[in-house]
Every structure is written in structure tokens, then in C-alpha cells.
């Protein structure tokens, strides 16, 4: 009789106690996918506006005048390009130099890293020559502070961190480095040099 006394207890005090209810929710979760897009669309644009058509085979940027002009009337308004002056200023010395990391890159010195920067590479002209080493060491710390004055400035104008465009920048790397050239990718979770 005890036996059954505290069963029905126990039954009463199970089914008398709270309950929690757990319901979906009435709209499905959107996650909004378009600023990562548009950061890479503007990524991309910046990035070629530096280094020129990215099939061009010479070392300079383009330079005609037909480009430029499509260039300066449409990309700022269509991308959204900062008119801070340190912002204007990064992005010309990074202009200046682009034959220069174009080169570096073609021989085999230069490569660009999983961070949105450009890294040295330990190739042979840079391990026969010090005074070659010396001038791609230079460029790197050069175009890497360029950079981030860029990442900075274009994270704040969005709203987002720049490790977001560091990223973005990466990935442009990632998908356009040419063949034969060095760039840092994701194999086995690790970052790893692959030459394209």
C-alpha cells in the first residue's frame, strides 16, 4: 500500500509541475549574406583599380585616359570610396608601387597571405641576393601598412570589423593570384604557400 502511495505521489508531482514549451520560430532566421557580397564587390573593385585588369600581361597599371575617366566618375559613386584623405593617399602610393609587387610576384618573391597582405617569399633570387631581399622586405612593409590604413578606414565607412575586409581582400587573392604565383590557402586547417 505504501508502495502504490508514493507511486501516485510521484505521479501527481510530475504531472503537476512546470512546464516548458518550446516552439520554432514563426518566421524562419534569415541570415543576410549581401554585406559579405558587397565587400567583396568593393574588394575587388579597389584591387583592380590598383593593379589594372588582372589578365594584362605588362606591369603597369592601365593608364589610358579612357579608363581612368570611367574609373574616377564611376567607381567612387558605385563603390563608395572613401574620401578621406589618408584613404586617397594609401591607395596611390599602393598605385605607385603595383609594377613593383606585379614583379615580385611574377619572379617568385612575393605572395599574398591569408590576412589581405603581401608576404615575402624565400625564392632563390631572394636567398643569392641581399641587396633583392632588401627592396622586397621593404615593399612588404610598405604595401602592408597601406593596406591596413585601407582596411581600417573602409571597415569603419561599413560598419564592420576589418577583419572583415582583411578577408575579403584574402579571398580576392585567393580566387585572381595568376598562375605560378604564391598564395596563402587553407589545406587541412592549416594556412599553407601554394603556388598557383
Not at 64 to 85: K, V
Not at 183 to 195: A, F, L
Amino acid at each position: 500500500m505504501a508502495l502504490v502511495f508514493f507511486v501516485l505521489t510521484c505521479i501527481m508531482y510530475v504531472s503537476c509541475g512546470p512546464r516548458v514549451k518550446i516552439e520554432g520560430p514563426d518566421k524562419p532566421i534569415e541570415i543576410n549574406v549581401n554585406v559579405r557580397i558587397d565587400i567583396y564587390n568593393h574588394v575587388a573593385e579597389v584591387e583592380e583599380d590598383i593593379y589594372g585588369d588582372d589578365d594584362d600581361d605588362d606591369e603597369g597599371e592601365d593608364s589610358s585616359e579612357s579608363s581612368f575617366l570611367l574609373r574616377s566618375l564611376f567607381m567612387p559613386r558605385a563603390y563608395g570610396a572613401s574620401d578621406d584623405a589618408k584613404y586617397k593617399a594609401a591607395k596611390e602610393r599602393r598605385k605607385a608601387r603595383a609594377g613593383q609587387v606585379k614583379q615580385y610576384k611574377k619572379d617568385g618573391s612575393l605572395g599574398e597571405n591569408h590576412k589581405g597582405g603581401v608576404s615575402l617569399i624565400e625564392s632563390d633570387k631572394v636567398k643569392k641576393d641581399k641587396a633583392y631581399a632588401g627592396k622586397v622586405k621593404k615593399l612588404v612593409k610598405e604595401e602592408n601598412a597601406d593596406r591596413e590604413i585601407m582596411f581600417k578606414l573602409d571597415a569603419k565607412k561599413r560598419g564592420v570589423s576589418p577583419d572583415i575586409i582583411r578577408q575579403e581582400t584574402a579571398r580576392y587573392w585567393q580566387d585572381h593570384t595568376k598562375p605560378g604565383q604564391w598564395v596563402e590557402v587553407k589545406k587541412g586547417g592549416k594556412w599553407v604557400w601554394k603556388r598557383k
